[in-house]
T-cell receptor, first 114, second 115 residues
């Protein structure tokens, strides 16, 4: 069974608009962490945001926020005011149990239109 | 700037060759990881290590081995390369210390083609 599911293979958004990238996860472990990474065409993986399972507040990092809905097991990434440089592949990941060992989703390719 | 460095950005090898992918980090991290990335499959964990001389199998270890003789260096070895090992290989490191954050730091990747 998929542990991390990203149902949107590709998305388009107009520059300066907000966009939500979906991620659902599956775990029975009460302690886990959720991550979002960005991978531009250069190939490097860039850390964006982290949410711990016990964190009470949704994580925010600049224009990025994580909409964490624990009961629904979803961890959607919201990018506000999209920029052309946001065009990239985005991966949702979960750390379950072992430190640093992440399980990744299939990725969503975001294209920002001018 | 903290860094995870992978020795080659592109590599072309022949079927049956022994292939070494090298990864070095300068952050004094305890944990190191090797992932492969394939379109539509995301990243999948091959092997990881929490300490020198220590290794653990990830989700897809078949056909691979690893070596960690020094804390900063983690090598991925393809004993006899096959065409289905053509992929992007990503090395990553992280700290044990939760206070330093749990995030992985990635190298730029090695695109391996096995012909």
């Amino acid at each position: 069974a998929q542990k991390i599911t990203q149902t949107q293979p590709g998305m388009f958004v107009q520059e300066k608009e907000a966009v939500t990238l979906d991620c659902t996860y599956d775990t029975s472990d009460p302690s886990y962490g959720l991550f979002w990474y960005k991978q531009p065409s250069s190939g490097e993986m860039i850390f964006l945001i982290y949410q711990g399972s016990y964190d009470q507040q949704n994580a925010t990092e600049g224009r990025y926020s994580l909409n964490f809905q624990k009961a629904r097991k979803s961890a959607n990434l919201v990018i506000s005011a999209s920029q052309l440089g946001d065009s990239a592949m985005y991966f949702c990941a979960m750390r379950e149990g072992a430190p640093g060992k992440l399980i990744f989703g299939q990725g969503t390719e975001l294209s920002v239109k001018p | 700037d903290v860094k995870v460095t992978q020795s080659s950005r592109y590599l072309v090898k022949r079927t049956g060759e022994k292939v070494f992918l090298e990864c070095v980090q300068d952050m004094d991290h305890e944990n190191m990881f090797w992932y492969r990335q394939d379109p539509g499959l995301g990243l999948r964990l091959i092997y990881f290590s929490y300490d020198v001389k220590m290794k653990e199998k990830g989700d897809i270890p078949e056909g691979y081995s690893v070596s960690r003789e020094k804390k900063e260096r983690f090598s991925l070895i393809l004993e006899s390369a096959s065409t289905n090992q053509t992929s992007m290989y990503l090395c990553a490191s992280s700290s044990h210390d939760r206070g330093r954050g749990e995030k992985l730091f990635f190298g730029s990747g090695t695109q391996l083609s096995v012909l």
